[in-house]
């Protein structure tokens, strides 16, 4: 969510808060009314997290003690821990803050198991810029491989937390 009046990148949609919770709270209910019993909502998305929050508590609290519920999911985007798994268990010790870009080497390599042409890593190479904040992503191989298991990491935790809510039935 943001100000539709300030976008900053052509061709981006910005939604207000107002009409991104509006949004998110209709697809619920839509979905709700279409028999899903139980409604996760998860995102990658810094700024949509509050918003995520607001709707599911809303909507629980609406939906009182029917079967199933809606809940936010914030240990999805729970990039610290992702960065410490990063670091502790691959043994990948990054400064996002070298090159002061949206990016670092754990969404590149996340990014590149879908197709490491997703990064544009030929014409990185060609320019020399095979990195993100000083990590190279050659081989291509072992960044990948760093990316299938933070992928699977996040998955994990993100399973694990929606079970828990669910067993609480919050």
């Known amino acids: 969510p ?12 910005v939604l207000s808060r107002g009409t991104y919770e509006a949004m998110l709270t209709d697809m619920a209910t839509s979905l709700r009314s279409q028999g899903f019993q139980n409604i996760i909502l998860i995102g990658d998305s810094g700024g949509n997290q509050r918003s995520m929050a607001t709707v599911a508590d809303a909507l629980s609290t609406a939906w009182g ?7 936010h999911i914030p240990e999805y985007y729970n990039y610290d821990d992702v960065v410490d798994y990063q670091r502790d ?3 990948v010790d990054e400064d996002p803050r070298l090159e002061g870009l949206h990016d670092d080497y754990y969404i590149t390599s996340i990014i590149m198991n879908d197709d490491p042409q997703h990064v544009r890593l030929e014409q990185r190479i060609e320019a020399g810029k095979a990195s993100i904040n000083g990590i190279s992503i050659v081989p291509i191989e072992q960044t990948i491989e ?3 298991r933070l ?3 996040r998955t994990d935790v993100t ?5 828990q809510v669910m067993a609480a039935g919050r």
């Open 89 to 91: 268990v691959l043994g």
């Open 2 to 13: 943001g100000n539709p009046a300030n976008s900053r990148s052509p061709g981006t949609v």
């Open 65 to 71: 003690g029917d079967s199933g519920g809606i809940y």
């Open 151 to 153: 992928i699977e990491f």
């Open 146 to 148: 760093h990316g299938r």
């Open 159 to 163: 399973v694990g937390a929606i079970g």
